[in-house]
């Protein structure tokens, strides 16, 4: 006679918790408030199971994860050029993200889930041309995070 009780009331915590998770909308400009080539915004706090849209307001663009910047056990993702891409993030951690073709000169964003536990594998990967200057504002955002 419990079971379905439990069964009920889990079901309910699912729903709700899907109820209460987040859009986040990114997005990708040929000009922005810092800038040419810019995902805005650039830094995302976000909760586990909480959707980033990436929109492409300008063409040209794509939203895709970088190599070695996002959390173990998460999913790489690489959207197409000029579509909307809808990523669905479970794992905490820091996920690095870029336009392919606008990577060196600065299109990149971070988004921190949770708590950013892969902060230090994330830094410790090398950046090309303006993103390197852009990820360390980005990255020094998400240390404030990792010590509140």
Known sequence: MKLPLIAAAIALLSVTGAANAEEHVVQM????????????PAFVRAAPGDTIKFVPTDKSHNAESIKDMIPDGAQPFKGKFNEEVDVTLTQEGVYGVKCAPHYGMGMVALIV???????????AVKQVGKAKT???????????????
Do not use: I, T
Not at 29 to 40: A, R, T
Not at 113 to 123: I, R
Not at 134 to 148: G, H, I, P
């Open 29 to 40: 400009l040929n000009k922005g408030e810092k800038g040419s080539m810019v995902f805005q």
């Open 113 to 123: 889930v949770g708590k950013p536990v892969n902060l230090s594998a994330a830094e």
């Open 134 to 148: 852009v990820f360390a504002e980005l990255l020094a955002e998400a240390s404030k995070v990792a010590s509140n």
